[in-house]
Nanobody, 111 residues
């Protein structure tokens, strides 16, 4: 059974940085397409970044966020720089092929 666990969220001031981690068990990330998504209060969940054969980013985070993976650790990361208050949300990782979500980690950016 696939299990995804996010970590690394927290409270940060605008302009700061955070790195989120998504660790997998019961599956191997090496060939998987993994996405980071976020959901702010009262809004729909939106895709932030995807890593598969390459990487894609939402326009709102291009140039600020970087998605990467460490296959040896079976972990996908989301490095977030120059954070803005509008980045505040619960961030989730998602295994697209297995339709499996993590439990989410809260990111709060204060102005």
């Amino acid at each position: 059974q696939v299990r995804l666990v996010e970590s690394g969220g927290g409270l940060v001031q605008a302009g700061g940085s955070l790195t989120l981690s998504c660790a997998a068990s019961g599956t191997t990330f090496a060939m998987a397409t993994i996405g980071w998504y976020r959901q702010a209060p009262g809004k729909q969940r939106e895709r932030v970044a995807i890593i598969g054969g390459g990487t894609t980013y939402a326009d709102s985070v291009k140039g600020r966020f970087t998605i990467s993976r460490d296959n040896a650790k079976n972990t996908v990361y989301l490095q977030m720089n120059s954070l803005k208050p509008e980045d505040t949300a619960v961030y989730y990782c998602y295994d697209l092929a297995r339709n499996s979500w993590g439990q989410g980690t809260q990111v709060t950016v204060s102005s």
